[in-house]
């Protein structure tokens, strides 16, 4: 079952502007993980932050996680028209047997306006 | 990173026919998953495959709608069968090396079914 709600469920922002996005999810995690999809294509893995880790960049990504409140943030900064994507977090729990496959939120679908 | 490949990217079907997607990666990982995006949805998992093991399905997912090969470290296939329209939907399969803090999962590009 779904564990993780984003925030908001579409966002559209004027290019150059910070996009946040939020996830919360309701169980605890080993991981969380944020993914990209274009237009229903695969999804495009760009962070994974650990259960013991707050804040994580890459480029102008930057993630946080606070597991005592069981959400995390994805903010994307001086946002580019190829940002346009939806994004989605999903949580990885570790069952004993190995990685378990991940819960996924309902995304949020971005629109970078030109 | 791992490359993924899924085979075919999309196909559209009649009711009441089966559809074998087909998963190829890379390089040799311990765990294969498969995911049902359906339209303007997020994505579910179906089931973990295993190489050597029976696949371990999600709750809502049974092997006879679903079943699944994983003969080798890099394959699998997920069959869709006795189809209708309501499993039109894109499936994705991914991979996982198993170590669960760094676990990152990749995933393929998918295959889009649209069942008439």
């Known amino acids: 079952s779904q564990q993780g709600e984003e925030d908001p469920q579409a966002l559209s922002i004027q290019e150059g502007e910070n996009a946040t996005m939020n996830c919360s999810y309701k169980t605890s995690i080993n991981n969380l993980q944020w993914y990209r999809q274009n237009s229903g294509r695969g999804l495009v893995h760009l962070i994974l932050?650990?259960?013991?880790?707050r804040e994580k960049h890459s480029g102008r990504l930057r993630v946080t996680l606070d597991t005592s409140k069981k959400s995390s943030s994805l903010l994307i900064t001086a946002s580019r028209a190829a940002d346009t994507a939806s994004y989605f977090c999903a949580t990885g729990v570790y069952s004993g047997g190995g990685a378990d496959g991940l819960t996924f939120g309902k995304g949020t679908h971005l629109i970078i306006q030109p | 990173s791992a490359v993924i490949s899924q085979k075919p990217s999309r196909d559209i079907c009649q009711r009441g026919t089966s559809l074998t997607i087909q998963c190829q990666v890379d390089s040799q990982v311990t765990m294969m998953f498969w995911y049902r995006q359906q339209p303007g949805q997020s994505l579910t998992l179906i089931a973990t495959a295993n190489q050597g093991s029976e696949a371990t399905y999600e709750s809502g997912f049974v092997i006879d709608k679903f079943p699944i090969s994983r003969p080798n470290l890099t394959f699998s296939t997920l069959t869709v069968s006795n189809m209708s329209p309501e499993d039109s939907s894109i499936y994705l399969c991914?991979?996982?090396?198993?170590?669960?803090?760094?676990?990152?999962?990749?995933f393929g590009p998918g295959t889009r079914l649209t069942v008439l």
């Open positions: 991914s991979v996982g090396r198993g170590v669960a803090s760094t676990d990152t999962q990749y």
């Open positions: 932050i650990r259960s013991n880790e």
